[in-house]
C-alpha cells in the first residue's frame, strides 16, 4: 500500500521548509486523511522514534537517546500537563532535533508559543484534502483508469477526503465502473471506519449530544443546550473542539461539523432513532429559531418535524406583522403550500397571503385575498368576534397594501379611527417605514400628502396617531420635517425639537420611528456639509441595534453609509460594500430591498458598469408604476439617466426630464440635488453624478486637460513643448497649476489623482 500513497506538493514544500528552519510539524486532522502514512513517507529514511500516545506505556523519550526526530501519533490521547510539559521542556532543549506530532485535535496550549515564534507547522484537514490532479495520480498508482467527468464525480462526493477517495479507487479496481451504487458502498465502508474509530470510542453523552446536532447544518451553544437538553452541553462542545477536529468555527459563537462526519452522524441516527424522536428533535430546533424570530429556519424545521400545527400557527402570527417586520419573502413557499380551506379559515392567513401577494408584485392575487376577507366578513354577525377581528384585518389592509397608494387614505383613517372609537375592530400593527430611514418614501409614498403637508399634519394627526398606536409616536413631526426637507428647506430648527422625542420613542414607541428619525437627522447633517457626522449618526445607532437583536435594520443600514462614502469619496469603502452586502440579484426582486437596490446601482454607476446599473434598476420599474412611488421613480429616472449617458444612449433625456418634471410637481428639490451636475440644469449639464469631482473653480482648463493627458502618458516637459508646440517654460507653469489642482506634489502622484477623478481612462 505504501507505493499509494500521495503526498501533495504543497505538502512536500511545507515539510522542507519545517526540516530546514522549523522545530515542530503537527498535523491536526480527523482519522481517515492519511496522518500516520503520509509522515511516515515523508520521514523514510530519517533516524526516527515513532511512539503512539494511545499506548499506556508513553513516556517522553529522555534526550540522551539516539534519534532525530521524535514523531508521537494520536498526541489528542496526552491530556495530562505533565506529559505536555515535559514534551515541551523537550523541544526547548533539542534545537538540533525535530518534531513531529499527530493528532485528531487542535494543538494543546502548551505549544503555542512554538507557532507564534514560526518554530510549529500546523498542517490541517483542509491541507490534506486531495485535489482532482491528487485523485488522478492515486488512481494511476492503482491501475484504475478513470475519466474527467468520474473525478469530478468522485470529488463532489468525497469532498477530497482521502480515505473516501482510496476506498473508491480500491472498489474500482480492477475496472469497475463508478456507478450510485459503488458510491453507496464506499459510503458504507466509510462510515462503518467512522463508527470503529470513532464514535464508539466516545462516552454515551457525547454520542447522544452528538447524534442530536447533528439535523442542524450550524448550531451555538445556546441551540446547542435547548436541543439536546444538556446541561453539561457547554462542557461537552468543550471537550469536542479541543480533542477532536470534527466541529469548526463558523464564526466566533456559532459551529458546524465537517461534512462528512456529520453525515456519518446522520447515518448512524437513521439506525439508532426512531422517527418520531428524530421528528420530535428537529421540532426542537424549531423551537430554538422561534424564539430567535429566524422563521425561515423555523419553518424549516417544524415542516422537517412533521409539526404542521406549528407551521399554521407561525403562518399566522407572521401575517399578522407588517411587511417591515414580517418575513414575507422567505415564508412564501409555506404560504403557498397551505390548502386553500386552511387559509379561507382564517383572517389571519387571508391578510398574510394578500400582504405576501402585494410584496411579489401579484396585485391580482393580493386583490382576490382581500376579496375573500370581505366575504367572510359579510357572512359574521356584528359581534361575531371572527367578523371583528376580520374587520380590522381588512381596515389594516385598505391602508397597508402597497398598491392602494396614499389618495384614499385621508377617508380611509379617519373612517378607521371610528371605528375603532367604537371598539368595533382591533388593529394589527402597522409600521410606515418598512424599515427604511423615511416616512415619506417608507412603506408607502406620501408625495400626495406632502402637498398639503402643514393641512393634514393639523388635520389627521390625532386620527392617525389613534390608529397606528406606538407606530405613530412622533411621526407626524418627523413626517413634517421630512416633507420640508425633501422640498429643500432648513430643517434645522425641526430636528432640534424632534431629538429630545428619542427617549419617548424608545420608551413608547417603535424602532422604525427611531430610525426614521435617525435617518433624516444623518441626511440633513449630510446636506449641510457635516458628512463625518453623519456617519457618526448612523454607526451609533447601528451598534445599538445590533446589540438589542433589530437585525432587519442592518442591511438598509449599511446601504445608508455607503451612500456617506460616496458623497464623501470613500470609494474604496464603497466597493467593499458592493462586493459584501450589495443584494446583486437581478433575477429576482424583492421590493422591501429597494433602498440596497437603488444604492446598489450608484455603486454600478460609480464603477462606471452603465450595464450593471440598469439591469439593477430595471425590475423595479413595474413595481415604483403600479404602487405611484414618486420618490423612488424619480432617483429612478434620474440613475437611468445617468446610465443611458454613460452609454452615449439619448434616451437618457427623457429620463431626466421625467425626473425632473416629477420632482418639479412635488417640489422635491432635495430629491434631485443629491444628483450634483446631473440636474443642476437640464440644457446646460451633463450628467457626472458620483465622478469624484475638482472642487469649484479648481477645474482644470482644455489646455490642462490635454497636458494631464500627455504628463501621464509618460511625457516629459520637453516632449509636451515639443507635441504642443509651446515654449517650455509655459509648459512647466501648466503642470505647476495641474499638480496644485490636484492637490498633489509629484507627477506620479497626478497620474494616479486624475485616474480617480476619472480626468483620464483608467487603461492610460
Same mark, same amino acid.
Given at each position: 500500500?505504501?507505493?499509494?500513497?500521495?503526498?501533495?506538493?504543497?505538502?512536500?514544500?511545507?515539510?522542507?521548509?519545517?526540516?530546514?528552519?522549523?522545530?515542530?510539524?503537527?498535523?491536526?486532522?480527523?482519522?481517515?486523511?492519511?496522518?500516520?502514512?503520509?509522515?511516515?513517507?515523508?520521514?523514510?529514511?530519517?533516524?526516527?522514534?515513532?511512539?503512539?500516545?494511545?499506548?499506556?506505556?508513553?513516556?517522553?523519550?529522555?534526550?540522551?537517546?539516539?534519534?532525530?526526530?521524535?514523531?508521537?501519533?494520536?498526541?489528542?490521547?496526552?491530556?495530562?500537563?505533565?506529559?505536555?510539559?515535559?514534551?515541551?521542556?523537550?523541544?526547548?532543549?533539542?534545537?538540533?532535533?525535530?518534531?513531529?506530532?499527530?493528532?485528531?485535535?487542535?494543538?494543546?496550549?502548551?505549544?503555542?508559543?512554538?507557532?507564534?515564534?514560526?518554530?510549529?507547522?500546523?498542517?490541517?484537514?483542509?491541507?490534506?484534502?486531495?485535489?482532482?490532479?491528487?485523485?488522478?495520480?492515486?488512481?494511476?498508482?492503482?491501475?484504475?483508469?478513470?475519466?474527467?467527468?468520474?473525478?469530478?464525480?468522485?470529488?463532489?462526493?468525497?469532498?477530497?477526503?482521502?480515505?473516501?477517495?482510496?476506498?473508491?479507487?480500491?472498489?474500482?479496481?480492477?475496472?469497475?465502473?463508478?456507478?450510485?451504487?459503488?458510491?453507496?458502498?464506499?459510503?458504507?465502508?466509510?462510515?462503518?471506519?467512522?463508527?470503529?474509530?470513532?464514535?464508539?470510542?466516545?462516552?454515551?453523552?457525547?454520542?447522544?449530544?452528538?447524534?442530536?446536532?447533528?439535523?442542524?447544518?450550524?448550531?451555538?451553544?445556546?441551540?446547542?443546550?435547548?436541543?439536546?437538553?444538556?446541561?453539561?452541553?457547554?462542557?461537552?462542545?468543550?471537550?469536542?473542539?479541543?480533542?477532536?477536529?470534527?466541529?469548526?468555527?463558523?464564526?466566533?459563537?456559532?459551529?458546524?461539523?465537517?461534512?462528512?462526519?456529520?453525515?456519518?452522524?446522520?447515518?448512524?441516527?437513521?439506525?439508532?432513532?426512531?422517527?418520531?424522536? +428524530?421528528? @420530535?428533535?428537529?421540532?426542537? =430546533?424549531?423551537?430554538? #429559531?422561534?424564539?430567535? %424570530?429566524? !422563521?425561515?429556519?423555523? $419553518?424549516?424545521?417544524?415542516?422537517?418535524?412533521?409539526?404542521?400545527?406549528?407551521?399554521?400557527?407561525?403562518?399566522? +402570527?407572521? @401575517?399578522?406583522?407588517?411587511? =417591515?417586520?414580517?418575513? #414575507?419573502?422567505?415564508? %412564501?413557499? !409555506?404560504?403557498?403550500? $397551505?390548502?386553500?380551506?386552511?387559509?379561507?379559515?382564517?383572517?389571519?392567513?387571508?391578510?398574510?397571503?394578500?400582504?405576501?401577494? @402585494?410584496?411579489?408584485?401579484?396585485?391580482?392575487?393580493?386583490?382576490?385575498?382581500?376579496?375573500?376577507?370581505?366575504?367572510?366578513?359579510?357572512?359574521?354577525?356584528?359581534?361575531?368576534?371572527?367578523?371583528?377581528?376580520?374587520?380590522?384585518?381588512?381596515?389594516?389592509?385598505?391602508?397597508?397594501?402597497?398598491?392602494?397608494?396614499?389618495?384614499?387614505?385621508?377617508?380611509?383613517?379617519?373612517?378607521?379611527?371610528?371605528?375603532?372609537?367604537?371598539?368595533?375592530?382591533?388593529?394589527?400593527?402597522?409600521?410606515?417605514?418598512?424599515?427604511?430611514?423615511?416616512?415619506?418614501?417608507?412603506?408607502?409614498?406620501?408625495?400626495?400628502?406632502?402637498?398639503?403637508?402643514?393641512?393634514?399634519?393639523?388635520?389627521?394627526?390625532?386620527?392617525?396617531?389613534?390608529?397606528?398606536?406606538?407606530?405613530?409616536?412622533?411621526?407626524?413631526?418627523?413626517?413634517?420635517?421630512?416633507?420640508?426637507?425633501?422640498?429643500?428647506?432648513?430643517?434645522?430648527?425641526?430636528?432640534?425639537?424632534?431629538?429630545?422625542?428619542?427617549?419617548?420613542?424608545?420608551?413608547?414607541?417603535?424602532?422604525?420611528?427611531?430610525?426614521?428619525?435617525?435617518?433624516?437627522?444623518?441626511?440633513?447633517?449630510?446636506?449641510?456639509?457635516?458628512?463625518?457626522?453623519?456617519?457618526?449618526?448612523?454607526?451609533?445607532?447601528?451598534?445599538?441595534?445590533?446589540?438589542?437583536?433589530?437585525?432587519?435594520?442592518?442591511?438598509?443600514?449599511?446601504?445608508?453609509?455607503?451612500?456617506?462614502?460616496?458623497?464623501?469619496?470613500?470609494?474604496?469603502?464603497?466597493?467593499?460594500?458592493?462586493?459584501?452586502?450589495?443584494?446583486?440579484?437581478?433575477?429576482?426582486?424583492?421590493?422591501?430591498?429597494?433602498?440596497?437596490?437603488?444604492?446598489?446601482?450608484?455603486?454600478?454607476?460609480?464603477?462606471?458598469?452603465?450595464?450593471?446599473?440598469?439591469?439593477?434598476?430595471?425590475?423595479?420599474?413595474?413595481?415604483?408604476?403600479?404602487?405611484?412611488?414618486?420618490?423612488?421613480?424619480?432617483?429612478?429616472?434620474?440613475?437611468?439617466?445617468?446610465?443611458?449617458?454613460?452609454?452615449?444612449?439619448?434616451?437618457?433625456?427623457?429620463?431626466?426630464?421625467?425626473?425632473?418634471?416629477?420632482?418639479?410637481?412635488?417640489?422635491?428639490?432635495?430629491?434631485?440635488?443629491?444628483?450634483?451636475?446631473?440636474?443642476?440644469?437640464?440644457?446646460?449639464?451633463?450628467?457626472?453624478?458620483?465622478?469624484?469631482?475638482?472642487?469649484?473653480?479648481?477645474?482644470?482648463?482644455?489646455?490642462?486637460?490635454?497636458?494631464?493627458?500627455?504628463?501621464?502618458?509618460?511625457?516629459?516637459?520637453?516632449?509636451?513643448?515639443?507635441?504642443?508646440?509651446?515654449?517650455?517654460?509655459?509648459?512647466?507653469?501648466?503642470?505647476?497649476?495641474?499638480?496644485?489642482?490636484?492637490?498633489?506634489?509629484?507627477?506620479?502622484?497626478?497620474?494616479?489623482?486624475?485616474?480617480?477623478?476619472?480626468?483620464?481612462?483608467?487603461?492610460?
Amino acid at each position: 500500500m505504501t507505493k499509494n500513497i500521495i503526498i501533495k506538493t504543497s505538502v512536500q514544500k511545507r515539510f522542507d521548509s519545517f526540516m530546514a528552519h522549523g522545530r515542530v510539524l503537527f498535523f491536526s486532522a480527523p482519522c481517515g486523511f492519511g496522518k500516520t502514512v503520509l509522515a511516515d513517507a515523508l520521514l523514510r529514511g530519517r533516524n526516527v522514534l515513532r511512539q503512539s500516545a494511545a499506548d499506556p506505556d508513553c513516556v517522553i523519550p529522555p534526550s540522551a537517546q539516539d534519534w532525530d526526530i521524535l514523531l508521537i501519533d494520536d498526541l489528542q490521547f496526552m491530556q495530562e500537563e505533565a506529559g505536555q510539559q515535559a514534551l515541551c521542556a523537550l523541544i526547548r532543549s533539542s534545537p538540533e532535533r525535530r518534531f513531529v506530532l499527530l493528532s485528531r485535535g487542535v494543538p494543546p496550549g502548551c505549544l503555542s508559543a512554538f507557532q507564534y515564534t514560526g518554530l510549529m507547522t500546523v498542517l490541517e484537514a483542509d491541507d490534506l484534502l486531495f485535489d482532482a490532479g491528487d485523485v488522478r495520480r492515486l488512481f494511476q498508482l492503482s491501475g484504475v483508469n478513470v475519466t474527467d467527468s468520474e473525478i469530478d464525480g468522485i470529488l463532489k462526493e468525497s469532498v477530497g477526503y482521502p480515505l473516501g477517495v482510496a476506498i473508491t479507487a480500491r472498489c474500482m479496481s480492477p475496472d469497475k465502473p463508478w456507478t450510485p451504487e459503488l458510491v453507496a458502498r464506499v459510503y458504507h465502508e466509510v462510515f462503518l471506519y467512522f463508527e470503529t474509530a470513532i464514535y464508539r470510542r466516545f462516552d454515551l453523552p457525547v454520542r447522544r449530544f452528538l447524534l442530536e446536532l447533528a439535523p442542524f447544518e450550524s448550531f451555538d451553544l445556546e441551540m446547542a443546550r435547548m436541543v439536546s437538553g444538556d446541561p453539561r452541553a457547554g462542557e461537552r462542545l468543550d471537550w469536542i473542539l479541543r480533542y477532536t477536529t470534527m466541529l469548526r468555527y463558523e464564526d466566533c459563537q456559532r459551529f458546524h461539523f465537517w461534512s462528512g462526519f456529520r453525515a456519518f452522524l446522520l447515518w448512524e441516527m437513521e439506525r439508532e432513532y426512531t422517527e418520531e424522536k +428524530r421528528k @420530535a428533535l428537529i421540532s426542537r =430546533g424549531g423551537l430554538y #429559531y422561534e424564539l430567535k %424570530e429566524d !422563521y425561515a429556519h423555523a $419553518l424549516e424545521c417544524y415542516t422537517s418535524g412533521g409539526d404542521h400545527s406549528k407551521v399554521s400557527e407561525l403562518l399566522v +402570527r407572521n @401575517a399578522e406583522l407588517h411587511p =417591515g417586520m414580517g418575513h #414575507y419573502a422567505e415564508m %412564501e413557499k !409555506y404560504y403557498r403550500s $397551505l390548502p386553500e380551506a386552511e387559509i379561507l379559515a382564517s383572517p389571519s392567513l387571508m391578510q398574510g397571503m394578500s400582504m405576501l401577494c @402585494a410584496l411579489v408584485m401579484d396585485y391580482e392575487g393580493s386583490e382576490r385575498w382581500y376579496g375573500e376577507l370581505q366575504k367572510f366578513v359579510e357572512h359574521c354577525g356584528r359581534q361575531d368576534a371572527a367578523g371583528k377581528q376580520a374587520r380590522g384585518r381588512l381596515a389594516w389592509l385598505d391602508i397597508s397594501l402597497p398598491q392602494r397608494g396614499v389618495k384614499g387614505l385621508t377617508e380611509t383613517i379617519p373612517a378607521v379611527f371610528r371605528l375603532l372609537t367604537n371598539k368595533e375592530v382591533a388593529l394589527p400593527s402597522f409600521s410606515v417605514t418598512s424599515a427604511l430611514p423615511s416616512i415619506m418614501n417608507g412603506g408607502k409614498d406620501f408625495s400626495e400628502w406632502s402637498k398639503k403637508d402643514d393641512l393634514l399634519y393639523k388635520t389627521l394627526r390625532l386620527p392617525v396617531e389613534a390608529v397606528l398606536g406606538r407606530d405613530s409616536v412622533c411621526l407626524a413631526d418627523c413626517a413634517i420635517a421630512e416633507s420640508k426637507f425633501e422640498k429643500g428647506e432648513d430643517v434645522a430648527g425641526r430636528m432640534l425639537s424632534l431629538l429630545p422625542q428619542m427617549n419617548e420613542i424608545r420608551n413608547y414607541g417603535t424602532s422604525d420611528m427611531e430610525f426614521a428619525v435617525s435617518g433624516l437627522l444623518a441626511r440633513s447633517q449630510l446636506a449641510n456639509g457635516q458628512p463625518t457626522d453623519a456617519r457618526r449618526t448612523i454607526m451609533v445607532l447601528r451598534e445599538c441595534f445590533a446589540e438589542r437583536g433589530l437585525t432587519r435594520f442592518l442591511p438598509n443600514m449599511d446601504a445608508m453609509l455607503c451612500r456617506i462614502d460616496m458623497h464623501t469619496g470613500d470609494l474604496d469603502a464603497a466597493d467593499a460594500w458592493y462586493r459584501e452586502k450589495a443584494p446583486c440579484e437581478p433575477t429576482h426582486l424583492n421590493v422591501m430591498r429597494r433602498y440596497r437596490y437603488l444604492t446598489q446601482a450608484m455603486v454600478e454607476i460609480m464603477q462606471n458598469r452603465p450595464d450593471a446599473a440598469l439591469l439593477t434598476l430595471s425590475p423595479m420599474e413595474p413595481y415604483i408604476q403600479n404602487c405611484a412611488r414618486i420618490i423612488d421613480g424619480i432617483h429612478l429616472n434620474v440613475l437611468t439617466a445617468i446610465a443611458l449617458y454613460r452609454k452615449k444612449d439619448e434616451r437618457w433625456r427623457e429620463r431626466l426630464t421625467a425626473a425632473l418634471d416629477a420632482a418639479a410637481e412635488y417640489r422635491f428639490i432635495r430629491t434631485v440635488s443629491v444628483y450634483g451636475t446631473a440636474v443642476r440644469t437640464q440644457a446646460a449639464f451633463y450628467p457626472h453624478f458620483l465622478e469624484p469631482s475638482l472642487a469649484p473653480g479648481e477645474e482644470l482648463t482644455p489646455t490642462e486637460l490635454q497636458i494631464l493627458h500627455l504628463l501621464c502618458a509618460d511625457k516629459s516637459n520637453a516632449e509636451i513643448a515639443q507635441i504642443m508646440d509651446v515654449k517650455l517654460p509655459t509648459v512647466k507653469t501648466h503642470v505647476s497649476h495641474i499638480l496644485d489642482k490636484l492637490d498633489v506634489k509629484r507627477r506620479a502622484e497626478a497620474k494616479t489623482a486624475a485616474k480617480k477623478l476619472r480626468l483620464i481612462p483608467d487603461d492610460l
